[in-house]
T-cell receptor
Framework: AQSVTQLDSQVPVFEEAPVELRCNYSSSVSVYLFWYVQYPNQGLQLLLKYLSGSTLVKGINGFEAEFNKSQTSFHLRKPSVHISDTAEYFCAVKAGGGADGLTFGKGTHLIIQP | NAGVTQTPKFQVLKTGQSMTLQCAQDMNHEYMSWYRQDPGMGLRLIHYSVGAGITDQGEVPNGYNVSRSTTEDFPLRLLSAAPSQTSVYFC????????????FGPGTRLLVL
């Protein structure tokens, strides 16, 4: 079984400042890693994913994440945030080759302060 | 393409009532799944399907029933609603069951009194 820990339930940051949202995972098998964003009263939208290859993954809206196998981490970063980035962010893992779905973290609420 | 659609958007039930949450996708995706989202809990997998006629249980299947008679539709049935099933329910679909992107519907808010 897999598990995901998002270390911060809430992250306040000033507009145009950089941000990092932390995600650690646990799994006995190889995994695929995902970051999803949820805007208020909406469904989830994929930001980026890591399947294999380069450990630095670039996604939509200027976000990127780095896969670190030795630290079992997949932290999400953005160099300069905007008010429109205010949302809930979810890290998720899926066992490679498994048929079951995504295992999600509890989410991090990103609050952008003007 | 409409993507993944869910109906209804909001529903209020009394304890013991039954209902079906509808989910449909028009992307010809083989893989479909249901999640529930509760405050501070993230999303948890209820049931999933790898194709028409094939379903399996996820992390929290108790109190829910599913079937998959067509590729497009994957309804979720609450047989006897309980207050603990108050939640937001999301349906998702993807082309395959590996690292493919899962596309989520807009969700159904369910309140059980």
């Amino acid at each position: 079984a897999q598990s995901v820990t998002q270390l911060d339930s809430q992250v306040p940051v000033f507009e145009e400042a950089p941000v990092e949202l932390r995600c650690n995972y646990s799994s006995s098998v190889s995994v695929y890693l995902f970051w999803y964003v949820q805007y208020p009263n909406q469904g989830l939208q994929l930001l980026l994913k890591y399947l294999s290859g380069s450990t630095l993954v670039k996604g939509i809206n200027g976000f990127e994440a780095e896969f670190n196998k030795s630290q079992t981490s997949f932290h999400l970063r953005k160099p300069s945030v905007h008010i429109s980035d205010t949302a809930e962010y979810f890290c998720a893992v899926k066992a490679g080759g498994g048929a079951d779905g995504l295992t999600f973290g509890k989410g991090t609420h990103l609050i952008i302060q003007p | 393409n409409a993507g993944v659609t869910q109906t209804p958007k909001f529903q209020v039930l009394k304890t013991g009532q039954s209902m079906t949450l509808q989910c449909a996708q028009d992307m010809n995706h083989e893989y479909m799944s249901w999640y529930r989202q509760d405050p501070g809990m993230g999303l948890r997998l209820i049931h999933y399907s790898v194709g028409a006629g094939i379903t399996d249980q996820g992390e929290v299947p108790n109190g829910y029933n599913v079937s998959r008679s067509t590729t497009e539709d994957f309804p979720l049935r609450l047989l006897s609603a309980a207050p603990s099933q108050t939640s937001v329910y999301f349906c998702a679909s993807s082309y395959g069951q590996g690292g493919e992107t899962q596309y989520f519907g807009p969700g159904t808010r369910l309140l059980v009194l």
